[in-house]
């Protein structure tokens, strides 16, 4: 203390690390999909008919499709479709029925014409809801990599033999951002960040 020459030598090591997880909400709900299914269309003409994506097929209990292909059906001959209803709350077509393509000339609509001979029943789908809890759990395991990979690159400076010991690392998040929506439905979102070892 009275030596004014004393000194220690040291210095200050830091390492900045980044990385990225993907992450898939805990949470699953089970989602009433549209209905869809495969309509056969029968053209009884002598011309082909073409028929463009989004043709509109009213059902007997007047639940209307539309067709996700433009389609051309040959004359005299059949075309198999698929279909999607507007109606999300639609229930189960029963078959066998018929359909009546809008767009045509009423004179054509006994000519040209849906059919199925299977039923179309409604789907349901599992869907994903991300959580406030999947967010911070998804930060926690970031925070978690990226130390761990901080750790091993700032134990991989050149500093002789020497061992630095855990309670002298201080850690900081300085960088944090995610893709997740709270309530909302989402397959998978992503967790960034930034880490300062020092």
Known sequence: EKNNSFSIRGEILEQEISDTLAVRPAKTESKSQKLSGSITIVNNTAKDQPLVAGT??????????RTEKT????????VQVEAKADDAAAEEITAPQ???????????QDKIYGTISEPIAPQTEIIRITAQG???KAKLDLEKKLYSEGLAAL??????????????????????SHTGSVNEEQEEFEVSGKMRLT
């Open 155 to 176: 134990r991989a400076q050149n500093i002789g033999n020497l061992q630095i010991p855990d309670n002298l690392i201080i850690k900081e998040m300085i960088d944090f």
């Open 134 to 136: 999947d967010i911070d």
């Open 71 to 78: 389609i051309t059906v040959l004359a005299r001959q059949s």
């Open 56 to 65: 509109r097929l009213l059902s007997e209990k007047d639940i209307l499709f």
């Open 98 to 108: 018929k359909f009546t393509i809008v767009a045509l000339w009423p004179g054509l």
